[in-house]
């Protein structure tokens, strides 16, 4: 629930350099008339939202005027084209490449030929899978009210993708997506689609990068569709350069008996506001929610997330570890949300916070929100440095101080970290981690 | 409403306080303007600097906007359409009104010295004016001062002038800043360095009067090395028209001074249709001045139609320790959101809050807080334990808890829970032979009982049969 502080909502404001005038621009070149439909029903839906401000509950830490839209262009819509590789490619079955000047799919396991995997541009999948895309459209995944830079993304995405698993399949290895920005003042703007399909299986793993020292930012919008019986284990990791600027609004929509496994894994970036929501909108829809974060030197970093029931008998799970250190600044704001007639849920969220010296800062605001009665919602959460007393065991051994600060800290991710399903991806977490605490 | 039918619905009532004193009251005009304030002012014989800081607070709030970020749902409130004065005529200095010791009589709170209640001190406040405090000599003997406020402003002024806003300055919020400009009485308590108040303080707050509101103040100052324990308590007759109530307590600890502030709220609720009852919106603050001071609430939130406050504290002294033990109960229509404030300052500072909300009919019930280390705050320690009891389908609970960790050694636990009431505890319970009503306050009293054992022996055993008259009819 957003909590207005003051009632001063205004309609019609615009993000700079995304107002009315960028927007038929963009609208006149599209190629094909349910493109243009597309952006132009989104962008009513964009002007209709309020822009955040300090003085709503979710903004009070994470000033919306730091976001530097003023400074920055949207990249122009990328086009297809041929990217750098990467030592991951070859893990997974199908690739998408994301750079500032062109994008690329690439199909390394055979997985698209028969059509039973769908993936491609959003205008493609307007124009030649109208069937298969419409329901998407139609129903969205978002629980609650969208933040404005949510719908920012709907109307003004440089890059669209949709991804569609029909009935059945089972997609082992998966599929990579690998944002490389590296352009300085550029906005990039993915909009991505992900539909799994009744009783299907599909991983997804995502990558998020950006070189040091450029000052660049990125505005992800992304809705994800977990029909009957499906599963899908999603990973996403932001190692964003130390001067990227990155917006989410994420939305997972859980179908009957389906299940979710999201793992968030931020470290990189000065500056982050991600909002992520899970919906259990059937019974038996099960979230299983992890995020890892590590702030250090300047970064700020605010994250919010929704566990929605709107349907009874749903079930979601989760923990969320940070440590900031430094002069870093960390926000946990998460809900749980029952909605009337949301009986039997089971829900839990917990939040625990490493401040590792002071000058850092961890905020923390768990919160339930229980429209049912019957059922069970908790939180726990909690804010701390590193236990002495573990140090002191540790250097009773002959352990110097660093590696037990270190190995603890290492410990402290564990429950997180243990979870992630790809050795890769483990690889460059344990480094960054180990990178961080320095 | 007539006399007739408000005693009819008395008698069907679980609501036994909502009757209507018939006294005679010296009222003045309606609404809020600066003649007001002086009117008001006169009528009191206050100094000139309080009715100055009066009107420098009214001209402050003037400037403020209504505050609407809660999670409630009320109408716009007409500050103009209430009567910032009511008090009942005295006949003389020394004797009490016979109609409103029988009042008084009939709430439990004897007026005379002698009653079952011996080891506590009451200061009676009828509307807007204290009308009876008494064990006053016997207090006085020990250096504690406990009078009404206009008495302390008239008897101890330098105390007053010294302690009073500092802990709720008048640019506080909305309706501290409304309350410092027409507050009409309250308790003031000062207890001596190294006096331990040898019984319980008390106010007892009863709003009689129609389209009146009531804007107390109660300051207490504990010097060096005291103690003292008080104890508040609140009922409003049965009205049709919602009534507002908009307090400011400020509680002071010095040097290993230890407060205990504890309230039992029955205010008027309103009926099963959400009509009438008191609208509760105060502020509530306490300041650990000294090292090693206590300063800790207990509240049983079983009334009010809005309730919307949190009691808390600010921890600057080193080693001090802030509590907040808290029932909140809601029913029918009715509508709290209520919490804590801990803001830690001092080193080695330590917090305690434990919440107990029970949401039942169509109620809602909302636990916020705040708990914020400051950067120069070494090694504070904070648990927190909030838990929510749902009974029926329609009623809300929601919990926003904010923390705020800007310092590294600090150590913060935050636990919260919502859940129905447990059905296989009300079917062990059933199976016994025990009625499923019983049953629910057995498991009511349960849940709460944490926080009640903090309660003196007394107001627990009150508050534990308020509960239950509250919940009753709330089930099956």
Known sequence: MAVVLEQEVKKDEYVAGFDEAAFRALANEAETSALRELRELRFDEYRAVPLPTKKMEEWRRTDPARFPFDRMKRLPTIPRGVCAPHDWDELFDVVVSVEDAAFDIQDRGGVLGDGKVLVVPLEEALREHADRIR?????????????????????????????????GVDLKRGILLRYR??????????????????????????????????????????????????????????????RTVHLAGDWARIGRDARLEWITLNFGGRLTKVRFGSDGAAPGANAELDGLFFASDEQHVDQKTLQVHSSPDTYSRLLYKGVAKDKAYSVYQGQIIARPGAIRVDAYQ??????????????????????????????GSTVGNLDEDEIFYLRCRGIDEGTARKTLIRGFFEDVTGRIPHECVRKVVHSQVDAKIG | ???????????????????????????????????????????????????????????????????????????????????????????????????????????????????????????????????????KEMLKEKGVIFCSFSEAIREHPDLVKKYMGTVVPYTDN?????????????????????????IELSTYFRINAMETGQFERTLIVAEDDSYVSYLEGCTAPLRDRNQLHAAVVE??????????????????????????????????????????????????????????????????????????????LTNNKMQADTGTKMIHIGNNTRSTIVSKGISAGESNNTYRSLLQILPDAKNCRNHTQCDSMLIGSLCKANTFPNIEAENGSAVLEHEATTSRISEEQLFYLKCRGIKEEDAVSLVVNGFCKEVLKQLPLEFAVEAIKLLEMKLDKSVG
Request: hydrophobic share 40%.
């Open chain 1, 135 to 167: 329901p998407f459209l139609e129903k969205r995944a978002r629980a609650e009210a969208p933040d404005k830079y949510e719908v920012l993304g709907d109307a003004f995405w440089n890059v669209g993708l949709f991804i569609h698993i029909a009935p």
């Open chain 1, 181 to 242: 920005q590296s352009g300085a003042g550029g906005i990039l703007i993915p909009r991505i689609l992900v539909a799994v399909g009744e009783r299907s299986n599909a991983v997804l793993v995502e990558s998020m990068e950006s070189p040091d020292g450029v000052e660049m930012m990125s505005v992800v919008s992304r809705e994800f569709h977990v029909a009957e019986g499906a599963k899908l284990h999603s990973t996403t990791l932001r190692t964003w350069g130390d």
């Open chain 1, 350 to 379: 917990r939040n625990n916070n490493l401040v590792l010296n002071d000058g850092a800062r961890a905020d923390s605001m768990p919160g339930l929100q229980i429209d049912a009665d019957d059922l069970k919602c908790s939180h």
């Open chain 2, 1 to 135: 409403m007539s006399e007739q039918s408000t005693e009819q619905i008395l008698a069907d009532s679980e609501y036994k306080y909502g009757f209507v004193t018939d006294v005679e009251a010296d009222t003045i005009p309606m609404g809020l303007n600066e003649d007001i304030i002086r009117m008001l002012s006169g009528k009191k014989g206050e100094p000139e600097w309080m009715l100055e800081w009066r009107l420098k607070a009214y001209r402050w709030w003037l400037k403020m906007k209504e505050p609407r970020w809660a999670n409630l749902d009320f109408p716009p409130i007409d500050f103009q359409a209430i009567r910032y004065y009511s008090a009942p005529k005295q006949r003389s200095e020394t004797e009490i009104d016979p109609e409103l010791q029988k009042t008084f009589e009939r709430l439990g709170i004897p007026l005379h010295e002698r009653n079952r209640l011996e080891g506590v001190a009451v200061d009676a406040v009828f509307d807007s004016v204290s009308v009876a405090t008494t064990h």
């Open chain 2, 174 to 198: 909305y309706y501290a800043a409304l309350n410092a400009a027409v507050f009409s009485d309250g308790s003031f308590c000062y207890i001596p360095k190294g006096v331990r108040c040898p």
């Open chain 2, 251 to 328: 509680l002071i600890a010095m040097e290993n001074a230890q407060i205990k502030y504890a309230t039992v709220q029955n205010w008027y609720a309103g009926d099963k249709d959400g009509k009438g009852g008191i609208y509760n919106f105060v502020t509530k603050r306490g300041h650990c001045k000294g090292r090693n001071s206590k300063i800790s609430w207990t509240q049983v939130e079983a009334g009010s139609a809005i309730t919307w406050k949190y009691p808390g504290c600010v921890l600057e002294g080193d080693n001090s320790v802030g509590e907040f033990y808290s029932v909140a």
